[in-house]
Antibody
Framework: QVQLQQWGAGLLKPSETLSLTCAVYGGSLSDSYWSWIRQPPEKGLEWIGDINHSGFTNYNPSLKSRVTISVDTSNNQFSLKLTSVIAADTAVYYC??????WGQGTLVTVSS | QTVVTQEPSMTVSPGGTVTLTCASSTGAVTSGYYAHWFQQKPGQTPRTLIYSTSNTHSWTPARFSGSLLGGKAALTLSGVQPEDEAEYYCLLYCGGSWVFGGGTKLTVL
């Protein structure tokens, strides 16, 4: 089964850019679609966006202006960038394959 | 943006049956909404139970089933076990993007 391992900075200041990367093991980026999902502390899940094997992206309309998801096929990784972060972006961020395989999650805290 | 609504909480007795539902603010949920259901226990990563309305994964216990019911997506647990106590989230494909419901906290009591 595919395993996803993610990493990135866990503490940001307001206005900085969140950057997370997810490595795919046991599978290829050339099939399926790859998503980012977040969960604020003690709250529900929110879909951020996804990218498919062709590089076509689809973003949550509420975040679209600040989000970029990209793939690095040479390293079998995909990434998330969220610009101009605010405190409300504080959450655990998950990388996900086809909604069936989840990364371990990364807590990102936005605080001055 | 579409709002997806779930029951905030439900309680079921061990061995009982419970149905959680997932409604869309845009109207009746159909197969084209590709409903997914996830289980999340405290401190854990969500686990997918159901995809595309009623399809199960190899790891989905047989007591979990998905369907469409009265214009909503539904997750039915038959023969509930104590370990089924968790938060359950639905996910719908609405107008080109995915939207999660707010979650249902299921208590087994």
């Amino acid at each position: 089964q595919v395993q996803l391992q993610q990493w990135g900075a866990g503490l940001l200041k307001p206005s900085e850019t969140l950057s997370l990367t997810c490595a795919v093991y046991g599978g290829s980026l050339s099939d399926s679609y790859w998503s980012w999902i977040r969960q604020p502390p003690e709250k529900g899940l929110e879909w951020i966006g996804d990218i498919n094997h062709s590089g076509f992206t689809n973003y949550n309309p509420s975040l679209k202006s600040r989000v970029t998801i990209s793939v690095d096929t040479s390293n079998n990784q995909f990434s998330l960038k969220l610009t101009s972060v605010i405190a409300a972006d504080t959450a655990v961020y998950y990388c996900v394959k086809n909604f069936d395989s989840w990364g371990q999650g990364t807590l990102v805290t936005v605080s001055s | 943006q579409t709002v997806v609504t779930q029951e905030p909480s439900m309680t079921v007795s061990p061995g009982g049956t419970v149905t959680l539902t997932c409604a869309s603010s845009t109207g009746a949920v159909t197969s084209g909404y590709y409903a997914h259901w996830f289980q999340q226990k405290p401190g854990q990563t969500p686990r997918t139970l159901i995809y595309s309305t009623s399809n199960t994964h190899s790891w989905t216990p047989a007591r979990f089933s998905g369907s469409l019911l009265g214009g909503k997506a539904a997750l039915t647990l038959s023969g509930v076990q104590p370990e089924d106590e968790a938060e359950y989230y639905c996910l719908l494909y609405c107008g080109g993007s995915w939207v999660f419901g707010g979650g249902t906290k299921l208590t087994v009591l």
